[in-house]
């Protein structure tokens, strides 16, 4: 699948990761929808039609999981690429019995690498650029 150009739908409650996949999305050339909840993914979807989507797994109002079971009850059909920056995920990790069913993937980071996709990983970013969050 091609995905110069194409909207893709960014959603994580961190402002730092939001920015940062905002930034890089756009500088390849894409339009970015983004949503800092569950609820404003939900929101987005009433007026746009995105290609692809990034979900936080640990958004606080709706989970990520939530929200893409409620993507695809609604009948809405796109890739969606499942993303969490808690290590705790890594220890125990979600088990995809829904990912054949909703096409979800699951990436788990691996030191500094960024996810990857057909041979090629997005720019990483060194988490050290920003300000520690404490409140995570």
């Known amino acids: 699948m091609e995905l110069s150009g194409e909207t893709i739908l960014v959603a994580d409650d961190d402002p730092y990761i939001g920015k940062v996949l905002t930034d890089r999305l ?3 050339g894409h339009r970015v929808l983004l949503a800092a909840s569950g609820k404003g993914v939900l929101e987005l979807l009433e007026r746009h039609d995105p290609q692809v989507a990034l979900l936080d797994i640990g958004m ?3 989970t990520g999981i939530e929200v893409l079971k409620e993507i ?4 809405r059909d796109f890739p969606i690429v499942m993303i969490t920056a808690y290590q705790a995920f890594q220890a125990r990790p979600y088990r995809a019995r829904h990912s054949e069913s909703h096409r979800a993937a699951k990436t788990q980071e691996k030191g500094r690498d960024s996810f990857r996709r057909d041979g090629q990983a997005l720019p990483a970013f060194d988490r050290q650029e920003f300000p520690n969050d404490s409140s995570r």
């Open 26 to 28: 756009e500088a390849l």
């Open 72 to 75: 695809r009850r609604r009948g």
């Open 60 to 62: 606080a109002d709706i």
